[in-house]
């Protein structure tokens, strides 16, 4: 459905045909005012045409030429941002890669320097025994460890009545 | 609609000259400048009414069609295609200046010209003084009153009036539809047969 705007427009412009335009032309209150606006629409019509129209600019070939420079140095930005971001996203898995391998190395390397002493195989069968508190009610056993030099355990026990077989037998 | 097209360059279509460009071409992009570059910029400078800022705008255009050509489909005529380009670009500058109308961005240095078809063949006849001052009045007077209406208006009524172009052209180059643009034109009209009453009434 045409608002009233639309269909005036387009009688002015002679867009309108057959029952459209007779219902039209119909509905209007007063067909001469109507007609005198449209021949004063089409005078306005031939005014904007004839004045601005015909405007131009004087320096067609230098507003191409500019053009044409402006078009070349913007592709060949567009083409070297592409570049760079080829070479950055290799160099970025290169620089992430070979720091991760450095980080793997120096973990390594200070994991080892600092690996706990390992426990005595005597203070762990000895405390594997369990001492038999019928046997021995007072019982400590104290191990002092040194690995400065060569390993060194020494094994001080108090209030022990006798050592597990097992351990003698060591 | 071909007021720039001469006969030589009419044997090489629009659609050839597309697809050159948008296999990379640049020379066919320009053959596609050369022919549009008067009327975009015309219409432009009918729109901001300064000269420099239409060569501008009318660059920018340019250089958003030659970014954006893979993208034409041919579903329309690069004429239509392009023309929103530039009402996108023009639109939008006139939105961001805030121009409320009242003819303050006239460039009176401007030099305009008539554009003579035969003007390479046949001596340019120049107006006389006094006809050139009535003409440069009248041109001032239509100016003024284009820069009362809004953005939206100034573009539905140049492209109808001066360019001919049909509803559903304007519409596609508005993106906008075909009763907005009949709406549009039926204000912008209004408004102009107010303002320019004395002017078209005396030619």
Not at chain 2, 55 to 72: G, P
Not at chain 2, 77 to 104: C, E, H
Request: charged share 30%; glycine share 4%.
């Amino acid at each position: 459905m045409k608002t009233f705007e639309e269909k005036w427009t387009a009688w002015l412009d002679g867009q309108l045909t057959g029952k459209e335009l007779d219902d039209f032309e119909a509905s209007l209150p007063d067909k001469a005012a109507a007609e005198a606006e449209k021949l004063e629409v089409q005078k306005l019509g031939t005014l904007l045409k004839r004045e601005l129209g015909a405007r131009s600019f004087s320096n067609e070939e230098f507003f191409s030429h500019q053009l044409r420079e402006r078009i070349a140095r913007e592709t060949a930005q567009a083409r070297d941002g592409a570049k760079s971001t080829w070479w950055t996203i290799p160099r970025l898995v290169w620089t992430g890669a070979t720091s991760l391998a450095l980080f793997l190395i120096c973990a390594f390397v200070v994991l080892h320097g600092t690996k706990p002493v390992e426990q005595s195989e005597y203070l762990t069968q000895i405390l594997n025994m369990r001492v038999d508190p019928a046997v021995s009610p007072n019982a400590t056993i104290s191990v002092f460890e040194t690995t400065k030099q060569d390993r060194v355990t020494v094994i001080w026990t108090e209030g022990l009545q006798s050592l597990p077989s097992d351990y003698a037998a060591k | 609609m071909q007021t720039e097209t001469t006969l030589a360059q009419a044997d090489v279509s629009e659609l050839d000259l597309v697809k050159r460009c948008q296999a990379g071409e640049t020379e066919a992009f320009d053959e596609l400048v050369t022919r549009y570059r008067t009327r975009i910029f015309a219409m432009i400078y009918n729109m901001v009414h300064n000269e420099q800022d239409a060569w501008d705008l009318a660059q920018d255009s340019f250089v958003k069609a030659w970014k954006s050509i893979k993208r034409f489909r041919g579903r329309s005529s690069f004429y239509t295609w392009i023309y929103r380009i530039v009402m996108n670009v023009t639109i939008d500058w006139l939105r961001k200046k805030q121009v409320k109308g009242a003819g303050v961005e006239f460039d009176d240095a401007i030099q305009l010209r008539e554009v003579n078809p035969a003007s390479k063949t046949l001596p340019k006849a120049d107006p006389l003084p006094f006809e050139r001052m009535e003409r440069n009045e009248i041109r001032q007077k239509i100016d003024k009153a284009i820069a009362q209406l809004s953005p939206e208006h100034r573009a539905v009524i140049l492209m109808k009036e001066t360019e001919g172009m049909q509803y559903h052209e304007i519409a596609e180059a508005l993106g906008c539809s075909i009763g907005t643009v009949m709406s549009r034109l039926f204000y912008a009209r209004k408004k102009l047969q107010n303002l320019l009453k004395d002017v078209y009434e005396n030619i």
